[in-house]
């Protein structure tokens, strides 16, 4: 369906007028020019003016299966029709218990406890608020204190946004400041140039090390981290980080949290990156996103057998864990986890992942030699290009130049929509992309960093 009639202008202005839309910037209220898609098919959506774009983004990191999967849609259609929805309080429904056991199934370790959330953000509020509640449990009332990372995004939620690190989102809202403490940029990139890559690791382990210690080991309850910083601009930490990072933990009592509200669901390739990419079995593992391959809201928080020991049987006393939603487990989005998780296991989508991610990086690789872009950065289908005013200097461009802006316009008039986050562009197509439209998607990327470099060079700032 198009919205191209006489209708569109007034849905627009419904949008404007109405929808206040995420981070919402308001000196522009009221007068945004978004881009509106009606349908899509595998990795395309079809704009208002009837325009087939390729899904850079997969919407926002999610939609892992592409678009119109009618496989996906029937099913939560027939369990809204049986069963819409079941009181997860005091009674259960059998396509979340079965999405939790296929869940746990997958999983690193004993991670075999699904705490189901309504997405990321109440996904990482679950996982800090169960650190809390053990603790208390465990007569350990002053061990509270979360480690986190600049430029981490766990969630807007007010503890997710507490423990999150972007530091230009820091400055117009409330966070809970006693309960977090933030570790230097763990990107590679931002080294100085004669700082040798294993140095570099080695001072990002000494800053977890060295935050515990000035805390105190006896006041820190967890770290959290994202196997790759996605929205922080899909930083990637140096190989053996977050080994290093769990052995730091294991040393103080410290518990650790991944959130793979992004690299789970196989965008690296895995149902879960933690242990299959990156070595590591954490005491807790956030999701959302692509479970559902984006088609309706839900996450999870999954716990260790070993953190519910300490808090069930003897160990529990009376205590509830009082954290929940009327949402947690919503059987319609439980349908939906279901038949993501069916159809990615019978087609092969992590093999498929696996396969076409040379070529991806390959490609990705190559746009570092352009002059506009300074690093290209990526892992599994995860890729960002962040441009630069000088590549040899690496000196940023006027961040308020919004070149990925810009360059996200150029890709919309060829065909690719792009994540634009300041000087950077990010794309994470879905799974399903083949070799071929992963071609395509690269040379409209390419072409659309030539066209901005040259409106750069026409208003002389580059
Ligand atoms: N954690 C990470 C790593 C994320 O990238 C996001 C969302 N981009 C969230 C948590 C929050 O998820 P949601 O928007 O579903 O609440």
Redesign the pocket.
């Known amino acids: 369906m198009t919205l191209l009639n006489s209708d569109f202008q007034s849905v627009r202005d419904w949008d404007n007028k109405h929808f206040l839309h995420p981070w919402e910037g308001m000196s522009y209220l009221g007068q945004n020019e978004r881009t509106f898609a009606e349908s899509g098919l595998g990795i395309h959506v079809v704009t208002e003016d009837g325009k087939r774009l390729i899904d850079g983004p997969a919407g926002?990191?999610c939609v892992q299966l592409g678009y119109g999967n009618t496989e996906i849609a029937d099913a939560m259609g027939q369990q809204a029709k049986a069963m819409a929805y079941f009181s997860p309080f005091n009674n259960a429904n059998s396509a979340p218990a079965r999405l939790a056991h296929e869940i746990a199934k997958r999983t690193p370790g004993d991670l075999n406890h699904v705490f189901f959330t309504?997405?990321?953000?109440?996904?990482?509020d679950s996982a800090i608020r169960f650190v809390q509640f053990r603790n208390n449990l465990l007569g350990k009332p002053e061990k509270k204190i979360v480690i986190s990372r600049q430029k981490?995004?766990?969630?807007?939620?007010y503890l997710?946004a507490s423990v999150s690190g972007k530091e230009r989102d820091k400055g117009w809202l409330d966070q809970a400041s006693d309960l977090t403490r933030f570790l230097p940029n763990v990107n590679p990139y931002t080294r100085r140039p004669d700082q040798m890559i294993n140095d570099f690791l080695d001072e990002k382990i000494a800053d977890l090390e060295n935050t515990i210690l000035q805390t105190g080991a006896g006041k820190v309850a967890a770290f959290i981290a994202?196997p790759i910083?996605?929205?922080g601009g899909v930083i990637v930490p140096p190989r053996g980080y977050h080994q290093r990072c769990l052995e730091i933990c294991r040393k103080y009592d410290v518990l650790y949290i991944s959130?793979?509200?992004?690299?789970g669901f196989g965008r690296l390739g895995h149902w879960f990156a933690s242990e299959d990419v990156f070595g590591i079995q954490p005491d807790i593992i956030?999701c959302?996103?692509g479970m559902t391959s984006g088609y309706v809201?839900m996450?999870a928080c999954i716990i260790s057998d070993r953190l519910i020991a300490d808090v069930s049987g003897d160990n529990g006393q009376d205590a509830t864990f009082s954290n929940g939603f009327t949402y947690s487990g919503h059987p319609v989005s439980a349908a939906a986890g279901l038949k993501t998780i069916e159809i990615m296991e019978r087609d092969g989508v992590m093999e498929h992942v696996r396969a076409i991610t040379p070529f991806f990086e390959e490609r990705l690789q190559a746009l570092a030699d352009l002059p506009l872009v300074g690093d290209a950065r990526g892992m599994g289908l995860v890729g960002c290009v962040e441009c630069v005013a000088d590549a040899e200097a690496n000196n940023l461009l006027d961040l308020d130049k919004s070149v990925g802006a810009m360059i996200d316009h150029h890709c919309q008039e060829n065909g690719l929509i792009l994540r634009p986050i300041i000087n950077m562009c990010v794309f994470s197509p879905p799974l399903i992309i083949t070799e071929g439209e992963l071609n395509e998607m690269f040379d409209i990327l390419e072409k659309g960093i030539r066209l901005t470099t040259e409106d750069l060079t026409h208003q002389g700032v580059f």
């Open positions: 926002m990191w309504t997405g990321g953000s109440t996904a990482v981490a995004y766990h969630g807007s939620t997710a994202e910083l996605c929205s959130d793979e509200v992004v690299t956030t959302a996103k809201p996450g």
